[in-house]
Nanobody, 124 residues
């Protein structure tokens, strides 16, 4: 079992930046590919970004490409999401997830473990 805890969310103005963190515990963090998803009220969970076990491969949703950067620090068991040039439509609860197959997945179903999420609100 892997426990995931997100932090770093908050209220930010349009054009601002935030860095989200997700700390894992319970299993060897480097065994898992990691993903970030988001969910706005009344909407389905949406893929944001994913990163391979080593960090050598990343993949982004088109809506965040060029603005968001996913990275990881395996010795610290942490994955990050740097979010720049934030827009009101980025407002959502952001969740991190761990995938023990290590694959690059853009849908929620392959991910085995999920955090509780952190709220990001972008005000205009």
């Amino acid at each position: 079992q892997v426990q995931l805890v997100e932090s770093g969310g908050g209220l930010v103005q349009v054009g601002g930046s935030l860095r989200l963190s997700c700390v894992g515990s319970g299993r060897t963090f480097s065994n898992y590919a990691m993903g970030w998803f988001r969910q706005a009220p009344g909407k389905e969970r949406e893929f944001v970004a994913t990163i391979s076990r080593s960090g050598g491969t990343t993949y982004y949703a088109e809506s965040v490409k060029g603005r968001f950067t996913i990275s990881r620090d395996n010795p610290k068991s942490t994955v990050y999401l740097q979010m720049n040039t934030l827009k009101p439509e980025d407002t959502a609860v952001y969740l991190c997830a761990a995938d023990r197959t290590g694959g690059i997945h853009t849908t929620p179903s392959p991910y085995d473990y999920w955090g509780q999420g952190t709220q990001v609100t972008v005000s205009s």
